[in-house]
């Protein structure tokens, strides 16, 4: 069965204290991985999409990188603004919907 | 990049009314549109997919007389709550699949409580 499973549920650091947020995945045929950003009261907000093994995108502080296993966003020297919930979700060749993972709510004190 | 604007962003309705909401693509055509519901501290569940001038598809669990779900057009799709009771009360987010860079685009959510 196709599944995504996030670790940790939730992580705090200090302002400027690099880290790693883990997305673990089983998926017969993935088609994306993807990351998205959401805050409270607020939709999912797209940040990356990775499309096979060895691939990695970066914005700002962010940088999104993808295994035949995992899936790892790293963050580096986060600000307090970095503060939400971090999201990764799947989509595989047998249909059109995103599949999600529990998520990473990230906690960033200055 | 992709705009889906989701209305309204909350609402308070009576145990026993129905309440409609709605998910507009802005700036692409979205042939597929998917509605989920959000739990507290709890990550998106997909509830229905929604496919333009044909019926949505319901994820297992899901009751499809109480979440009615129409997609009239390219870029509409409305789910409707009905009779709804307190345990309807929760985050709904819809979402539409664009043939660009982004690939799904979230709207911002309505926060439904029923009291």
């Known amino acids: 069965e196709d599944q995504v499973t996030q670790s940790p549920e939730a992580l705090r650091l200090q302002e400027g204290e690099s880290s790693s947020l883990n997305c673990s995945y089983t998926?017969?045929?993935?088609?994306?991985l993807f990351w998205y950003r959401q805050d409270p009261g607020k939709g999912p907000e797209f940040l990356f999409t990775?499309?096979?093994a060895g691939e990695e995108k970066e914005k700002e502080r962010l940088k999104a990188t993808l295994t035949k296993k995992e899936s790892f966003l790293h963050i580096t020297a986060p600000k307090p603004e970095d503060s939400a919930t971090y999201l990764c979700?799947?989509?595989?060749?047998?249909?059109?919907?995103?599949?999600f993972g529990g998520g990473t709510r990230l906690m960033v004190k200055p | 990049g992709a705009v889906v604007s989701q209305h309204p962003s909350r609402v308070i309705c009576k145990s026993g009314t129905s309440v409609k909401i709605e998910c507009r693509s802005l700036?692409?055509?979205?042939?597929?549109m998917f509605w989920y519901r959000q739990f507290p501290k709890q990550s998106l569940m997909l509830m229905a997919t929604?496919?333009?001038?044909?019926?949505?598809?319901?994820e297992q669990g899901v009751e499809k007389d109480k979440f009615l779900i129409n997609h009239a057009s390219l870029t509409l799709s409305t789910l409707t709550v009905t009779s709804a009771h307190p345990e309807d009360s929760s985050f709904y987010i819809c979402?539409?699949?664009?043939?660009?860079?982004?690939?799904?685009?979230f709207g911002s959510g309505t926060r439904l409580t029923v009291v």
């Open positions: 929604s496919n333009e001038g044909s019926k949505a598809t319901y």
């Open positions: 700036d692409f055509q979205a042939t597929t």
């Open positions: 990775l499309y096979s």
């Open positions: 979402s539409a699949r664009d043939t660009g860079a982004y690939g799904y685009t």
């Open positions: 998926v017969s045929g993935l088609r994306g």
């Open positions: 979700a799947f989509s595989n060749n047998a249909g059109n919907m995103l599949t």
